[in-house]
């Protein structure tokens, strides 16, 4: 047999923990080409930019990537090799024609669907010379094609579980970039899970962009069945999905925050507004009364529960009274943490083309009083923390010597002095120090 060529791919993502997911897999299906990761743009001789479209910010990032790329390639020349670019992901998928274009130095274009074909994208590539953009949306999934072998996984690792979303949120552009709502079948999660937990895994994040609809084709069973079947998986220790619609949380899922155990009492469950009036023009069809009612019967079972959201701010149409009603919901429910954004006009979603588009620094006002709010009730939180003792998963070194970091069940990260050993394990910490966005403790 001929020797494999050792090469070395960079693959750098945006945006959300399905982005992660996807680059992750992206590494497993070109292992088998004797592609190496590499951290150093240097040495690689393919990155791969896995692109985010959520809001123009974030797509704006690639194409200042591009300019960066296009100088470590002509460097790349000048030693005598070759570096093959490529742009994957949401921005891929939505302006593939559009990176073609501005980019001529992107020699494959390839959107989250697709990726599971780059070995033979890659052999056209470099066969052809031309530049390969495949942003179809197979009839069979990418799961059925991508390779069983994970590489390095972590103690705490993502599994996609369903893709795409058919909510169609107005200021939305997922259901574009990532298509049609599928679940991928239970057999190939519990096989993938199993896997995960023998390379070492201890906590596993269900990930979906709707992950809540999950349903699995054949046999009708919905996210609480998956996650009470994984749960039996001896060495798995922590489950927890995302992202969760407040009108996908069934009973089940709803149940099975009270009685499992292993099911972290965190959830993230987005709000977007506390307006009514917006909350429809949002087409996110539940009311701030809605949300309140489930977030109750969620604490009713777990009293636990600590509760994270995303929010925007300055929809088309917000007014002030809009907006205070937002903050109010979020003074009411309270928060853990939260991410908050400024609308972001997304060209061909519905709400790019509504009138009365709020000003800019009406927005920005809006953000900083409302993160503001989020960050104090994110303090408290964290503070509130302090003399408690917590179950940390601890899954990194630190700087420091004997310095370890782990997650608490809600997510906080924390610090603590150990041992190697620790790295794979649950311990209890009793809680020293809350900051704003990390608590330190000692193990007991
Ligand atoms: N599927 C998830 C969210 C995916 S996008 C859900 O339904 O919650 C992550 C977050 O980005 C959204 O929750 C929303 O708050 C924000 N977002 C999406 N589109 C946006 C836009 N056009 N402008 C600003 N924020 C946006
Ligand atoms: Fe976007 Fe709404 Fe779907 Fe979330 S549920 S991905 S916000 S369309
Ligand atoms: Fe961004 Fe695509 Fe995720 S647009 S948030 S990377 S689904």
Redesign the pocket.
Known sequence: MMEKKKLNVLIKS???Q??MYDSARMADVLAPLGYQKTEDPKQADLIILN????REK?SEKLFSELGRMRELQKLRAKQGGTLMLAVA??VAQAAGEEIKRRAPHVKMIFG?QTYHRLPEMLARAARDGEVVLDTDFPPEPKFDYLPDEHGDLGVSAFLSVQEGCDRFCSYC??PY??GAEYSRSFASIRAEAEDFVSHGVREIMLLG?NVNAYKDEETGVGLASILRDLARIEGLERLRYTTSHPLDMDEDLIAAHGDMPKLMPFLHLPLQSGSDKILEAMNRKHTAADYLETTKRLKAEQPRLALSSDFIVGFPGETDEDFEATMRMVREVTYAQAFSFKYSRRPGTPAAMMKEQVLETVKEERLARLQALLRQQQTDFNEACVGQTLSVLFDNEGRAPNQFFGRSPFMQAVRAEGETSLIGSQRDVKITKGSPNSLEGEIV
């Open positions: 945006w945006g959300c399905m982005n692109t985010c479209h959520i974030a992901g949401c989250p552009v997922v970039t990532r962009q």
